[in-house]
């Protein structure tokens, strides 16, 4: 069998990538089938792609696999941090498994990573530090790579990275649960109206960059009187390329917010609630939302308000 040779993403590679990750990439939370115009608007038309940080493993004129490097954001989100950058993804042809290509293309990554100047090494896209492959990769948002892709458990554990943070992933079924009734619930909701608009972040520039190409919309929870202010809210979109794998029309939720005074009182709770009920009511099926597992406060409320955690993410982390 001839080298495997490793190199650098070339004009005519979308096609071969395409087909890997549709017959590679496999989990429940990587949207495939997907086209190469999907491909091209998650991944490729960002204005920061580098043709040197998506790098591919190539086999007699055929890719057997690659992988992609970005950079995190900065701590004002105006720019990429240079210092930090993370492994989005990274695919090895089922049929070339266990043949170190996916080894080979790690130590390329290290390689690109250290040369721009990076001095931590992430793997797993997650908040902050995802600047590709939202919307077809992760669900309602990438939160590290998914438990449920077994091609990449404890691959990054036995390449030298340490375990980071653990997000949970969870769903709702719209069209099979039942809503929890209380009275503390039933009070929030004769107190509060709930207002749609849209979620427009014009003046964000990493809002702008990874989420403008998306129809985003957000839920305000607010006193009737509307005298106060907002005092929850979340932003949702539709994970319209997910319809396939899932066979659901799917709702992801981000950014929830309650405010200070309002917290660990059920606002939160009777948002997501809420927000499900009118959903429901629009013929969407499946919600899904994600939260750290080390903030018990919030997972706490995600499942008080009907969801089931259905998958965990993991983000790893090496110093180069």
């Given amino acids: 069998m001839a080298d495997v040779q490793i190199r650098t993403f070339r004009n005519f590679d979308p096609p071969e990538l395409v087909r890997l990750w549709n017959s590679a990439y496999q989990s429940r939370g990587v949207a495939a089938p997907i086209t190469a115009d999907i491909f091209d608007s998650t991944v490729l038309a960002h204005l920061y792609f580098d043709p040197a940080g998506l790098i591919v493993a ?19 989100h105006t720019d990429l941090d240079q210092t930090q950058a993370v492994i989005c993804a990274i695919v090895v042809d089922p049929q070339h498994q266990h043949e170190d290509i996916g080894t080979k293309l790690l130590e390329a990554a290290r390689d690109y990573a250290r040369k721009s100047g990076a001095e931590i090494l992430f793997a797993g896209p997650s908040p ?64 509060t109206d709930l207002r749609l608009i849209e979620d427009e972040q014009a003046h964000k520039w990493w809002w702008n960059v990874r989420r403008s190409r998306f129809d985003m919309l ?55 609630i809420e927000v499900g009920r009118r959903l429901k009511d629009e013929m969407i099926t499946l919600l899904e939302v994600h939260a750290p597992l080390e903030n018990e406060a919030m997972v706490k409320l995600i499942e008080g308000a009907g969801f089931t955690q259905i998958d965990t993410g993991l983000v790893y982390r090496q110093k180069l």
């Fill in 218 to 272: 957000r839920f305000e929870l607010l006193p009737k009187n509307q005298l106060e202010p907002v005092v929850a809210a979340i932003s949702v979109y539709g994970l319209d390329f997910y319809i396939a794998s899932w066979n659901h029309r799917a709702v992801g939720m981000l950014d929830l917010q309650v405010l200070e005074e309002y917290r660990r009182k059920g606002y939160g709770q009777a948002l997501l």
């Fill in 58 to 76: 190539e086999l007699e004129e055929h890719l057997v696999g690659f992988v992609h490097v970005g950079f995190c954001v900065n701590a004002t």
């Fill in 128 to 191: 902050g530090r995802d600047p590709f492959y939202g919307g077809i990769y992760g669900g309602s948002r990438p939160s590290g790579f998914l438990h449920s892709q077994p091609s990449l458990n404890g691959f990054f554990s036995q390449n030298g990275f340490e375990e980071f943070e653990r997000h949970g992933i969870f769903q709702k079924d719209l069209q099979n649960s039942r809503e929890p009734i209380n009275f503390r619930l039933s009070t929030i909701r004769r107190k």
